[in-house]
Nanobody, 119 residues
Framework: QVQLVESGGGLVQPGGSLRLSCAAS????????MGWYRQAPGKQRELVAS???????NYADSVKGRFTISRDNAKNTVYLQMNSLKPEDTAVYYC?????????????WGQGTQVTVSS
């Protein structure tokens, strides 16, 4: 079972930037899609960005134009570059990987990394 470990979270002022990393313990080439989710206190976990097949990306409307997801297969790592951060981006960010085998979907989750946007 591949494990995912997030890093790069922290405290940043509004308008600042952070880059989150999601390092996998094994190859990420076998995953059909990888993504970043977030969960703020009292709210449901929501999709922030995903990357499918290494080239197709999808973003939540709230982060379009500010966040960029990318993956480096050689490093088995997925990144989330977050620019122009807002207080409402404050949440725990989770890395997710999806594998579909003979129509059966399985998910792997990281432990999460806290992002706090505050002055």
């Amino acid at each position: 079972q591949v494990q995912l470990v997030e890093s790069g979270g922290g405290l940043v002022q509004p308008g600042g930037s952070l880059r989150l990393s999601c390092a996998a313990s094994g190859s990420i080439r076998s995953f059909n899609a990888m993504g970043w989710y977030r969960q703020a206190p009292g709210k449901q976990r929501e999709l922030v960005a995903s990357i499918t097949g290494g080239i197709s990306t999808n973003y939540a409307d709230s982060v379009k134009g500010r966040f960029t997801i990318s993956r480096d297969n050689a490093k088995n790592t997925v990144y989330l570059q977050m620019n122009s951060l807002k207080p409402e981006d404050t949440a725990v960010y989770y890395c997710n990987a999806v594998r579909v085998v003979v129509g059966i979907e399985s998910n792997v989750w990281g432990q999460g990394t806290q992002v706090t946007v505050s002055s």
